[in-house]
């Protein structure tokens, strides 16, 4: 068989793998776009009218079926189940005093198939401990809202009389309309569509990357080693770049499967998620009016608003009420510190259903992310009352779902009320980009200090948290690193 060879090689075909596709093909570069899980058939995989959601029936199934992490996950249900992971195929481990929920969508798309679309950038605030000012990243946060577009969410009688009672009694709070991606009704992700149209993109599903391989004589990467997922088979693909999209703990698992990128001792640790808690209730059925002629398959109409955070806070929430369902929430999202004790390494025992390691991953809030998990509820509670709104757990007020919530409260919650890490799916950090090699992993434009051909581009890039949703920022990261990556390869600097 003659060898694969392309300019790029790209792993992960999720919201970064997406993002480095177009850029670098409409750059002119061929690319080998590589996802682990299957391609997503329209017909099949979102029928219309589509199945009934029946969440507790579904999470039921789903810890039967294989799935008893992935059905802890909020956006779980009768139709969603199929674009999560096999947890029996897919395992991963933990310390047994810190649980962490990972939720994976291997498939291409991954996890974009029940985002919410909430994509608020982040500020000079947040980027304060990053190599990288706003102004750095200003122009690409433009480039992708441009191409996906994105709106301010009108907020509903509900959400506006929400709005007008805290901004009352509480002149400092700001109550603003979410900032919403616009929902594209094909099953295909936009940025892959735009890839394919090139002609310059070869796009893989059912393919397992596990290793980087690197060319002994030049330290640098010859490409990647894989495992095909439907029959076993083994398989290199090469490529002058490799870029790893493949989300933050997978991205992980595969450097360090790799053995290389931890020149400066800080692969895989600074793991990080949201410091993540709730809060909801019940409304009279005629509060919300559902709207039938919404695509079932749109996750982005959960969110109404957000409330960003108090001057000297470091967390700030969303929510919605009656949106469909006659309840309200409120989520609220902390940022979480990159502490080296939280970490992601390799299980010395696991392997995957394709004989890879599997990731062991050790996380658990400090004290300070405990006493930020308190005063978010506590504040929440304040401004639902200010609103007159009746909290209840679970939100539903069912009987079936309170008895499972008491049943699952300690697989979901923490004994200090906040979710278990992992929970918010904002997993990021253990590749920091940084200025320095001997602080950091990446340099500031995601290229490993190890190999200079190898660039990670999604979460696992962050060096500090934040409490904003990070998948526009993954997005804008990954596009600025396209545009680095085809201006060295055209000067022969890669």
């Given at each position: 068989?003659?060898?694969?060879?392309?300019?790029?090689?790209?792993?992960?075909?999720?919201?970064?793998?997406?993002?480095?596709?177009?850029?670098?093909?409409?750059?002119?570069?061929?690319?080998?776009?590589?996802?682990?899980?299957?391609?997503?058939?329209?017909?099949?995989?979102?029928?219309?009218?589509?199945?009934?959601?029946?969440?507790?029936?579904?999470?039921?199934?789903?810890?039967?079926?294989?799935?008893?992490?992935?059905?802890?996950?909020?956006?779980?249900?009768?139709?969603?189940?199929?674009?999560?992971?096999?947890?029996?195929?897919?395992?991963?481990?933990?310390?047994?005093?810190?649980?962490?929920?990972?939720?994976?969508?291997?498939?291409?798309?991954?996890?974009?198939?029940?985002w919410a679309r909430v994509a608020p950038r982040l500020?000079?605030?947040?980027?304060?401990?990053?190599?990288?000012?706003?102004?750095?990243?200003?122009?690409?946060?433009?480039?992708?809202?441009?191409f996906l577009g994105v709106d301010d969410m009108p907020?509903?009688?509900?959400?506006?009389?929400?709005?007008?009672?805290?901004?009352?009694?509480?002149?400092?709070?700001?109550?603003?309309?979410?900032?919403?991606?616009?929902?594209?009704?094909?099953?295909?992700?936009?940025?892959?569509?735009?890839?394919?149209?090139?002609?310059?993109?070869?796009?893989?599903?059912?393919?397992?990357?596990?290793?980087?391989?690197?060319?002994?004589?030049?330290?640098?990467?010859?490409?990647?080693?894989?495992?095909?997922?439907?029959?076993?088979?083994?398989?290199?693909?090469?490529?002058?770049?490799?870029?790893?999209?493949?989300?933050?703990?997978?991205?992980?698992?595969?450097?360090?499967?790799?053995?290389?990128?931890?020149?400066?001792?800080?692969?895989?640790?600074?793991?990080?998620?949201?410091?993540?808690?709730g809060l909801g209730g019940p409304l009279t059925e005629?509060?919300?009016?559902?709207?039938?002629?919404?695509?079932?398959?749109?996750?982005?109409?959960?969110?109404?608003?957000?409330?960003?955070?108090?001057?000297?806070?470091?967390?700030?929430?969303?929510?919605?009420?009656?949106?469909?369902?006659?309840?309200?929430?409120?989520?609220?999202?902390?940022?979480?510190?990159?502490?080296?004790?939280?970490?992601?390494?390799?299980?010395?025992?696991?392997?995957?259903?394709?004989?890879?390691?599997?990731?062991?991953?050790?996380?658990?809030?400090?004290?300070?992310?405990?006493?930020?998990?308190?005063?978010?509820?506590?504040?929440?509670?304040?401004?639902?009352?200010?609103?007159?709104?009746?909290?209840?757990?679970?939100?539903?007020?069912?009987?079936?779902?309170?008895?499972?919530?008491?049943?699952?409260?300690?697989?979901?919650?923490?004994?200090?009320?906040?979710?278990?890490?992992?929970?918010?799916?904002?997993?990021?950090?253990?590749?920091?980009?940084?200025?320095?090699?001997?602080?950091?992993?990446?340099?500031?434009?995601?290229?490993?200090?190890?190999?200079?051909?190898?660039?990670?581009?999604?979460?696992?890039?962050?060096?500090?948290?934040?409490?904003?949703?990070?998948?526009?920022?993954?997005?804008?990261?990954?596009?600025?690193?396209?545009?680095?990556?085809?201006?060295?390869?055209?000067?022969?600097?890669?």
């Amino acid at each position: 068989m003659a060898t694969e060879r392309y300019d790029v090689v790209v792993v992960g075909a999720g919201a970064a793998g997406g993002w480095a596709a177009r850029e670098l093909c409409e750059r002119g570069l061929s690319v080998l776009l590589l996802e682990a899980g299957p391609q997503l058939d329209p017909q099949r995989d979102f029928p219309v009218p589509a199945a009934p959601e029946r969440r507790l029936v579904s999470r039921l199934a789903g810890g039967l079926r294989g799935q008893p992490i992935q059905m802890r996950c909020a956006a779980f249900n009768g139709r969603t189940r199929r674009f999560f992971v096999s947890d029996r195929e897919s395992p991963y481990t933990t310390p047994a005093d810190r649980p962490f929920n990972w939720f994976r969508g291997r498939q291409v798309g991954g996890r974009l198939h029940v985002w919410a679309r909430v994509a608020p950038r982040l500020s000079d605030r947040e980027l304060e401990q990053w190599p990288l000012s706003y102004a750095d990243l200003a122009p690409w946060y433009d480039r992708v809202e441009g191409f996906l577009g994105v709106d301010d969410m009108p907020m509903n009688p509900a959400e506006e009389q929400f709005r007008a009672a805290v901004e009352r009694a509480f002149p400092e709070r700001r109550v603003l309309r979410a900032r919403v991606v616009r929902h594209d009704r094909e099953r295909q992700p936009a940025t892959i569509r735009a890839a394919e149209r090139t002609g310059r993109l070869t796009l893989r599903p059912n393919t397992v990357v596990h290793t980087v391989a690197l060319d002994s004589r030049t330290g640098k990467a010859a490409g990647v080693s894989y495992v095909d997922r439907e029959s076993r088979k083994a398989g290199e693909a090469h490529g002058r770049v490799v870029v790893l999209c493949a989300s933050t703990i997978e991205t992980l698992r595969i450097l360090l499967n790799s053995g290389f990128g931890n020149s400066a001792g800080q692969l895989g640790r600074g793991l990080m998620d949201h410091v993540l808690t709730g809060l909801g209730g019940p409304l009279t059925e005629t509060a919300s009016q559902p709207d039938h002629s919404a695509d079932p398959y749109d996750f982005g109409l959960a969110t109404g608003f957000q409330v960003p955070p108090s001057e000297d806070a470091a967390w700030g929430f969303q929510g919605a009420i009656g949106r469909g369902v006659p309840v309200w929430y409120f989520l609220a999202h902390g940022e979480m510190l990159a502490r080296p004790e939280n970490r992601v390494t390799l299980s010395a025992r696991t392997t995957d259903a394709w004989g890879v390691p599997v990731a062991h991953v050790s996380c658990q809030p400090s004290p300070g992310e405990v006493a930020m998990a308190a005063e978010q509820l506590e504040t929440m509670r304040g401004l639902a009352a200010t609103a007159g709104l009746e909290v209840r757990t679970p939100p539903s007020g069912r009987r079936l779902d309170a008895l499972a919530f008491r049943l699952w409260r300690r697989r979901l919650l923490s004994p200090h009320g906040a979710f278990l890490p992992g929970t918010a799916a904002h997993e990021v950090g253990g590749a920091p980009l940084g200025s320095d090699a001997r602080t950091s992993v990446l340099n500031p434009f995601g290229q490993c200090w190890d190999a200079e051909n190898v660039f990670v581009t999604d979460g696992a890039a962050f060096p500090a948290g934040c409490w904003q949703n990070v998948t526009l920022t993954i997005m804008a990261l990954t596009a600025r690193a396209a545009d680095y990556i085809a201006g060295e390869l055209a000067a022969g600097r890669l």
